[in-house]
């Protein structure tokens, strides 16, 4: 095997599916016109494998529809043609079959499939996403304007010598398109190019900085883990992940990837270093730790940080609830943006009594005026003296109770508002109160689910690896403090036992969720919830709160029906 860096080849089994070895289905569609409205009369395919034809399938296809005259002109085929034809319906399926595990090849290709994969949406077939190759933009690519001035089938065709002349009928032209694909193979087969993925290389999308840098992926393994793009300066300039890290880094260098942004980080990167992962779980962790450390310029993530907004009570003689980014016990959270945490927030002041003045209030207060909210029934004016801490202090154990899980009487509170508010039929404040509820639902449930987790010293689960394996993911206080495998034929406590030992120590922070980032908690808590999961070992119970939240999912269910019912109907 040549070594990378040796004169920049690499050997066949690092670059992919030699192209000799591959399996293309030709084919051409005749349809009823170009529309989204339009179908497809007639198929016409053929199925190759290192020059050879394996074999053929036509048919004619009945509409359902009147053929246009001027469709009849073009291709020949006329209502009489097509009346005893099956319908698509009976067609899709066979030619699915023949083109499955094959990778597609159309002139302008792009017309071709489009259409298939409507039929397939239409008729209830999944459309498998195959590799597709337009000899179209093939030819554009090879061929010069001089040598090409059309890259018309019928051009092209005679062109290169294609044995068979396209006529506007389906298999006829997919018989052409193949004497020109094979003509356009060796081609650029002259210029190195010998698989799949090299093919897709040299469509006209593909930047130089691409090709020429394909070779940083040969050292990868083709296994589970996080992938580094450094620049000059080795500064990280990308972070992600991958189940199979070589072959996901070299889609990078193909056409696949058409990301402008990503395109220019490429052009920069000198050099591709990576972290191998024992599965999915730990390279997802791996990548939320290295993008919080490096923040890569070309992540969006770095841009745009998923910073979790946190409800909080102030310390103040007459608490308040104030918006924060880190949580002290007792926080509500986390919310993805800072507007969900003001709709929760709202809530909670109608809920509990919680006044929703930002003044700071000593404990003695008499003889001031109220604010505005008071005189809305909104506040009872402690500002004014007329609450007294005592007074108020309900206000805040209602919120501290509801969080922790201990009782359940602010939503009720709000659920009964928003049924008066429903009964009266004032419906837009129904609606209103109805997706502040659903905010303050979901938060509170997810919030204490993942309390709960990071509340666990030491947790160790394991997953099936889908080949008579075990995945061990081991926790601490929510976060992954070490991860591994047992094969199939490996026994699994052994290893266990080796991980738990060597696990990396959690020390617990503060905070409802001990000090551990909201989102790796989240992702562990994912992972665990799989199907299963399996729990090896717990040092302490897992539980949730008696009266949590999740006893509130079957009304957050019935109140999403009601707002998509209403957004179907506006």
């Known amino acids: 095997m040549t070594k990378p860096g040796a004169g920049g080849q690499l050997a066949f089994d690092e670059l992919g599916t030699p192209l000799r070895a591959t399996t293309f289905v030709v084919f051409d569609l005749e349809t009823t016109g170009v529309s989204d409205e339009d179908t497809i009369t007639e198929f016409g395919a053929v199925k190759v494998r290192g020059g050879e034809v394996l074999g053929e399938f036509a048919t004619l296809v009945d509409p359902g529809r009147g053929i246009p005259p001027e469709i009849v002109a073009l291709t020949g085929i006329t209502d009489a043609m097509v009346y005893t034809a099956p319908r698509l319906d009976a067609v899709l399926p066979a030619f699915m079959e023949f ?10 290709a792009g017309f071709d499939t489009n259409f298939v994969r409507k039929a397939c949406e239409r008729h209830g077939y999944r459309w498998p996403k195959p590799a597709v190759v337009c000899t179209v933009q093939l030819a554009r690519r090879v061929l010069t304007r001089e040598e090409a001035p059309s890259c018309r089938l019928s051009a092209l065709a005679a062109l290169l010598g294609a044995s068979t002349t396209p006529n506007h009928r389906a298999l006829m032209d997919a018989r052409a398109t193949v004497d020109v694909f094979h003509s356009l193979l060796e081609r650029v087969g002259s210029l190195g190019v010998q698989t799949l993925e090299e093919l897709h290389d040299y469509i006209p999308d593909v930047t130089p900085e691409q090709r020429r840098k394909r070779t940083m992926a040969a050292h990868l393994p ?8 450094r620049g000059p300066g080795e500064e990280v300039l990308y972070v992600g992940t991958a189940s199979d890290l070589r072959r996901r ?28 992962c024992a599965h999915s779980l730990e390279a997802q962790v791996r990548e939320l730790r290295l993008l919080s450390a490096h923040k890569p310029a070309y992540n969006r993530r770095s841009k745009n940080p998923k910073q979790a907004w946190w409800l909080t009570l102030t310390d103040e003689p007459f608490p308040r609830l104030s918006l ?32 929703p003045c930002t003044v700071r209030i000593p404990a003695q207060r008499a003889g001031a005026t109220p604010c505005a909210l008071a005189e809305l029934h909104r506040c009872q004016a402690p500002c004014a003296g007329r609450q007294t801490t005592d007074e108020y202090a309900p206000s805040v154990s209602s919120f501290v109770s509801l969080v922790a899980g201990r009782l359940l009487d602010p939503l009720h509170v709000l659920e009964r508002r928003l049924r008066a508010h429903a009964a009266a ?20 449930d997810r919030g204490q689910r993942l309390a709960a987790l990071a509340a666990v010293p030491e947790l160790i689960a394991a997953r099936p690896d889908g080949n008579h394996g075990w995945e061990f993911a081991v926790v601490r206080y929510g976060r ?13 406590m052994p290893v266990v036992d080796a991980l738990a030992a060597a696990a990396e120590t959690v020390v617990p922070g503060e905070g409802p ?5 909201a989102e790796e908690v989240a992702l562990v808590l994912r992972w665990l919830d799989r199907q299963g999961t399996r729990m090896v070992r717990c040092s302490q119970p897992w539980t949730e709160p008696a009266r949590a939240a999740a ?3 079957g009304w957050l269910t019935r109140a999403d029906a009601a707002r998509s019912m209403e957004v179907t109907s506006g």
Do not use: C, K
């Open 222 to 229: 083709s296994t589970p883990g996080v992938y580094l793009f």
């Open 513 to 517: 969720l001990r000090g551990a980032p």
């Open 480 to 492: 992954l403090a070490s991860a591994g495998v047992a094969r199939r034929g490996v026994p699994p």
């Open 99 to 108: 083109i499955s595990g094959a990778v597609l090849v159309a002139h302008n």
């Open 551 to 553: 006893s509130w999912r």
């Open 249 to 276: 880094v070299r889609q990078y260098f193909t056409a696949s990837e058409t990301r402008r942004r990503l395109r220019e980080m490429v052009a920069l990167a000198v050099r591709v270093d990576h972290v191998e």
């Open 324 to 355: 924060v980014r880190t949580p002290r016990g007792g926080a509500l959270g986390p919310f993805r943006s800072r507007g969900l945490a003001e709709d929760a927030m709202v809530a909670l002041q109608d809920a509990t009594g919680i006044r």
């Open 425 to 444: 039929e004032r419906f837009e404040q129904a609606g209103v109160d109805r997706d502040r509820l659903s905010v303050l639902v979901r938060a509170l």
